[in-house]
């Protein structure tokens, strides 16, 4: 099923913003929380990937408000709060998320621009960590011809990718 983040937003988000309200009894943090449930779910997946947009949008919310009041939970028993905040947060943001699929998504257009020998010396190289020795074995073509493809494959995936900024 192919789902719309608008149409959802549309349909479900003052619901959404209540039931968070519900949870977290304050008005303006369950909007927050409501905000980062859909931003989620625009980084979750690929469109249609997920079956239902709107269940998976409320168990979000939910987690999400669980992990605030946990958070609440904690805060009074540490010294200085403030110092949380420089605690550095190694997860990719959902704006991150989606940034990073559609920067693959022009990747793979780019590969799929290249002739077949290219592109499979490309993949071999990058994706199955081959050396340019164990590429010719396995293509029964020359080392450096290997080599070759590769530069080929970067220097077109450079320009295709430079014409996309």
């Not at 946990?70 to 550095?88: G, N, S, W």
């Amino acid at each position: 099923m192919v789902w719309d983040v608008q149409e959802l937003f549309r349909r479900h988000g003052r619901q959404l913003t209540r039931f968070l309200n519900r949870r977290v009894q304050c008005p303006d943090l369950a909007a927050d929380l409501a905000q980062e449930a859909f931003l989620r779910l625009l980084g979750a997946a690929p469109v249609g990937a997920i079956g239902n947009g709107q269940a998976y949008l409320f168990r979000t919310a939910a987690n999400l408000a669980v992990d605030h009041q946990r958070r609440q939970r904690v805060l009074p028993l540490i010294d200085d709060p403030e110092a949380l905040q420089a605690i550095a947060d190694d997860s990719p943001t959902p704006e991150r998320v989606v940034l990073s699929r559609r920067e693959l998504a022009a990747v793979e257009a780019a590969l799929e621009d290249l002739p077949e020998r290219t592109r499979d010396v490309f993949i071999l190289a990058r994706v199955e960590g081959l050396t340019y020795q164990a590429i010719g074995r396995r293509l029964n073509i020359p080392t450096q011809t290997a080599y070759s493809h590769m530069v080929r494959a970067l220097c077109h995936l450079k320009a295709r990718l430079d014409q996309g900024r």
